[in-house]
């Protein structure tokens, strides 16, 4: 009987090893490796939002940048950049809460939130910021509630040589000013 528990547990340790489970030799999570694409950062943003219950993102917010005329900053940033914005409704809430969530749900992506170089915390109950970075990538996390309009969580990442090579925006426009902290 003990013999086949000590069989089964070493099968069991074996196994993880071999899988990469175990702390030493650990291979990285498959999304880990290659290149960080916009495809990729688009899939961690999309991904977190609908993890937290965001609401959906909205197609207009998301269709700013194809719209751009050409020349323009947005247009510029259109290689470089990935967003995500979804607006409360009667079904959908917004709160710091679920900004909290969704800011949970990126680390859990391996973006690392950065702390201000001022040492503030740019939370409240009606708005919240945060920064993160990942793979040479920037994000910037914001909620704004307003009690007359449409209360939102938005997402911003961009790939920083990309933002060096198309111009140098240290932001994408309609988010504040900040996202270029590491």
């Keep these: 009987m003990y013999g086949r528990k000590w069989a089964a547990a070493a099968a069991l340790g074996l196994a993880l090893g071999v899988a990469g489970c175990g702390p030493e030799g650990a291979a990285p999570a498959a999304e880990e490796t290659g290149p960080f694409t916009k495809e990729r950062a688009q899939a961690d943003l999309d991904g977190s939002m609908a993890a937290a219950g965001a609401p959906s993102a ?11 005329p050409v020349g323009s900053a947005r247009a510029s940033a259109r290689a470089c950049v990935v967003g995500y914005r979804g607006y409360a409704t009667k079904d959908d809430s917004v709160d710091l809460g679920r900004f909290e969530a969704v800011v949970g749900e990126l680390g859990e992506r391996g973006w690392t939130e950065q702390r201000p170089k001022d040492g503030v915390e740019r939370k409240a109950e009606e708005m919240a910021q945060a920064v993160f970075v990942k793979r040479g990538w920037s994000l910037v996390a914001e909620f704004r509630s307003f009690p007359e309009a449409d209360s939102y969580i938005g997402l911003a990442a961009f790939d920083k040589t990309c933002v060096k090579e198309n111009g140098g925006i240290s932001a994408p426009p309609g988010f504040p000013l900040g996202a270029e902290q590491s």
């Design 58 to 68: 909205d197609p207009d917010w998301a269709q700013m940048y194809a719209k751009a």
